[in-house]
């Protein structure tokens, strides 16, 4: 199997314009620099064009008005390259309104393999997405007794109410939901009796780009 080619990084504004072979060496010339615009390129030649032809043929298409910074994914050979454990699980959720249409799943990401994907459930909103994620990574890996696989998060409230063992949405229940909160009093029953014996880590997003169970919709 041939190795993969890689990628050029194209910061066409940034603390020092130009073009870089890595996604380290792009990220020091963006982070912190406000409105930075960058984009990677699957080949040199393409990133020196891009270069050349300026951002607004390649920046911010398929949107208008003000925009956040977007965040890219990085491959899996540049975040094994930048610490990220590649033998652990990520997870991540997503919500159409707050609230409103509740997705989570997670992934191996080594592989790229998708191990769960939960919902739609009408009427939730991200946190709860996260904290359900990450029990059910829990839980599965309990189940396999794969206590040395580590989970990835990125989101600190999802992290912080699985550690206190509740789910502390201010989120009313109602017919709608009631299916979601059966899984959240799951989930908090899940927690108080098992003991928590996998790792669960930050999910570095200005280092390591979007985590790998991203949905795309951000």
Sequence with gaps: MSAKKPKSYVVWEGFHPGIY????????????FSNAKYKSFSTRAAAEQAFADGPDSYW???GSGSKKTPTPKIDREDLAALGVDMT?????????????KLEYQGVEIESGTDLFHMGPYPEGTVN?????AIVHAL?????????????YSDSEIGRRWVREGVCKTKLPPTADNQRLFNLVRRAEKWLSEHRVRNPILKWETKR?????ADFGRK
């Design 21 to 32: 072979p890595t996604w380290e060496r792009c990220r020091q010339e963006i982070s912190g």
């Design 208 to 212: 390591w780009g979007e985590i790998p």
């Design 60 to 62: 911010g298409k398929g």
């Design 128 to 132: 709860i997405g996260e904290f359900l």
């Design 88 to 100: 652990a699980w990520a997870v991540d959720a997503a919500c159409q309104g707050n609230p409103g």
């Design 139 to 151: 839980a599965l890996l309990d189940h396999g007794n794969q206590y040395e696989t580590a989970i």
